[in-house]
Each structure stands twice: as C-alpha cells, then as structure tokens.
C-alpha cells in the first residue's frame, strides 16, 4: 500500500513549536500517536513508521519537548525551548495535544498510542492518571496502548544516595543538565546502530534533572500504584527483550501483572536489547511489526467512550 511522509512545524502546549512527522496510509485502518525515547528524536523510527504506513496504518510523530529539532533547530523551535528542558506535566500534555490532533485530521480513524523507552513509560502513564483526570475522554476515545522496552524501572537502577541527592538538586536548579549517556551496544545487538546513535547529532548524552527525576519517580508509579488505575477496557500489548541492559523487562512484566485490563498481551523477545525495532537478529523487528500489525487489526473497531474507563 503507497503512503506519503510529510515533516512539519505544529504548534502544541504552551505555544511550542513540535517537529512532526506524519506518515499517511492510503485509506487509513488506524493511526498510531508515537512517542520517542529519552535523549532521540523520533527520525530514528522512519523504517518502522513506513512499514506501519505501508501496511495500512498512518503514523504521527514528534520530536519531544526539550529533544530533537523541537529543542535543537535553531531556526524554528520555539525560543523558550533548549534540550531536555522538559517534565512529567508537560510531557502528558503533549500526548493529549498529538491524540487530539490526529483526530481532527483523520476523524473517525481508531487512535493507537505508541512508546519506546522513556517513551514507553509515558504511553502507560497517560492512560493511568485516574477518574479524575483531565484527559480522561481522550483517554476513552483510544483503542489501544503499545509500549516497547517501557520505562518503568531501569535495569541497573541508579544509587540510591545519588538519586536522592539529585532529587533535591533538581527542586533547585531543575533544568540544569546531567550526565546520561547510554552504552550505545546495549541498543541492539546490531553494532551498526549504536555506532550511528553516537554520531548522530540530535542524540545528546545528557538530561535535566528535573527530566531525569520525573522519568524514574514516574515510571516507579507506575508499578506501585498507576497500574492499578488502568482502564479495564483499554487493550494493552507490552514488548520487552529478555536481554535489555537499559530498560528493566522484570518490571514490565510486574506492571502487565498487575494491570487489571480484560485485554491485555506481554510479547518477551530472548535475547533481545533495547531497541527492539533494530534488532535484525532472530528476526525480531520483522516480528515487532506482525504483533503490533495484528494487535492493531484486532482492535480496529472504536470503542464507546463511555466503556473504557
């Protein structure tokens, strides 16, 4: 099936301005709302996000709040923008502001929400902000969740003093920047990944501490109580390899457990490293697109707002 790639400026929250990307299906079955991982941009998905096109199925995307172009491109970010200048609030503000977007381009059309990593984290908390959360109706208006290699715990978790001590850095000097830079072979263990991840100019070893603070404490909510506030009718399909060194598969699967969704699938890959859409081995990112083409197909039909929650 043909589709079409068109990059724009879109204005979003607070008057920013979002790099966007939006890869259009010829008579869409559905569209994807993806959301990148921490320090990226979502260019580096542009193989995924054909093959979705490709297949049926438009996909929107943007460069996140304080990353990317939107926080890079010197001639069209907004000027209050700089990398990784960014928090929790914000980053479901704009999760609601694409969802939203998307259905005003293509109305009608079931809405899928995508992560990978950091991500990943957000795509399973925006849905669990609770009853009285102020996105609950765009909330009931999704037809699916699927999280890669979500954040919800890291693999090797920081020291705890260190943490401690940035968590009180931060509520001073939130937006100053912190080492974070990742092994680049952990990505995959396709070794040409990692060697473009470090070239590539708009991925920056580094984040806020605020940033950083609102990722961990809200990706650990996320297992000690949000789970518990997932809509029991929103259909949910988590991703995760055995093998990743940066995102914790063990505690993606206590948040599958403990999600109280009638539809709900855990796909473990063995072997596999983090960035499961690059992963060529073992044919796992062939394997990534069936699921979540198929996941997809089975989920197609829009369910009543008034179901979901």
Known sequence: MASTLTESWIQGPHSTNFFTRYFKADSPTA???F????GEHCSRYTELHSQFAERGVSVFTYDQR????????KEHKSKDSSYARTNWVNEMEDVAWAIHHVQKELPGVPVFLMGQSMGGGEVLGFPTEGRTSPYASTIASLSGIIATSPMVEQTFPVNKVLRWSLSKLAFLTPYVLFPADLVPDELSRDTSVGAAYVKDPLVKPSGSLLGLM???DHGEDLLKSRCHNWPKKLPLIIFHGTDDRITSPKASQAFFDAVGTEDKKYVSYPGAFHELSNETEDGVKDKLLEESVAFIEVHSTPIPETSKL
């Open 66 to 73: 304080g990353f990317g172009r939107t926080a890079l491109d």
């Open 214 to 216: 609102d990722m961990l």
């Open 31 to 33: 569209v994807i709302v």
């Open 35 to 38: 959301v990148h991982g921490f």
